[in-house]
């Protein structure tokens, strides 16, 4: 019977461990990173506040061109801060009322009281996004780029990857 109890509560522990881990290990949801304000420099104020992944102003007064800010589908969840709670960090398409797609790294802290965006880093222009990860707070974003030089009407054919960390609060490229 001992035995049994000792099972029992070995068990009992292990799973107040995961779910505590589980907890540790969300991020957010993707419809927080869809309706909260990022920083970013192609609007006028510096900051897009999306309403369900999109953010759109006048390119200039009196325009009908517009800038456009729209949440990626591409991101990841791991602990960037190294506060032992998991953060995340996603890929912000802006359109400026021209011909180019750009693309950003926008990282979200979970902090006390909700998520909170650092300023986005610009990653390029009509680039494709492979892949976005983290691991022992490095971000590394994998994309498909041009070679220098080349027209932006050339499709992306070279591999590259980058990786990012927060220094003094802000993003940057390691």
Known sequence: MKKSNSVRLLVLT?????LVAAGCTTGFDKSTLANMEYIIDITESGRADLVNGVYEEAAAAGSVSKIIVRLDDSGAIGDIDGDGISDSAVILQAEGGGSGTFLYLAVVLNQTGGPAALEAVFLGDRILIERVGISEGVIQV??????NGESM????????????QLVNGAVVEK
Not at 154 to 164: A, H, I, N, R, T
């Open 14 to 18: 292990a799973v107040v461990f995961l």
């Open 142 to 147: 994998d994309i498909i780029d041009r070679k």
């Open 153 to 164: 009407s050339v499709s992306p054919s070279v591999k590259k990857e980058l990786f990012f």
